[in-house]
């Protein structure tokens, strides 16, 4: 059974930084490419970070450019988010997914497996 956990989340003031982990299990993550998402209540998930099976390329979102870093430890499984500067706009629930599919991929759909989800609240 895939299992990907997300770790890290919490409580952080505006302008903070919090590093944001994955871990995952069940299947060889070595050749999926992982992202970030997050979403707030009643509104749609959306894509915020993505980088490649080898570490190579990464995507952002526009609001995650400059401020958030997607990492990954193939050999560990792990996938990170580390985000800095955020803001409250940033209060969400983040999840960890994984993709069989290379490239720029920012819909929910393209992504194959996923984590249940951890709260991060940015206060002002």
């Known amino acids: 059974q895939v299992q990907l956990v997300e770790s890290g989340g919490g409580l952080v003031q505006a302008g903070g930084s919090l590093r944001l982990s994955c871990t995952g299990s069940?299947?060889?993550?070595?050749?999926?490419?992982m992202g970030w998402f997050r979403q707030v209540e009643g509104k749609e998930r959306e894509f915020v970070a993505k980088i490649d099976w080898n570490g190579a390329t990464t995507y952002y979102t526009d609001s995650a450019k400059d401020r958030f870093t997607i990492s990954r430890d193939r050999a560990k499984n792990m996938v990170y988010l580390q985000m800095t500067t955020v803001k409250p706009e940033d209060t969400a629930v983040y999840y960890c997914?994984?993709?069989?599919?290379?490239?720029?991929?920012?819909?929910?759909?393209?992504?194959?497996?996923w984590g249940q989800g951890i709260q991060v609240t940015v206060s002002s």
């Open positions: 997914a994984a993709t069989k599919s290379r490239g720029w991929l920012w819909r929910v759909f393209d992504y194959d497996y």
């Open positions: 069940g299947t060889d993550f070595t050749y999926l490419g």
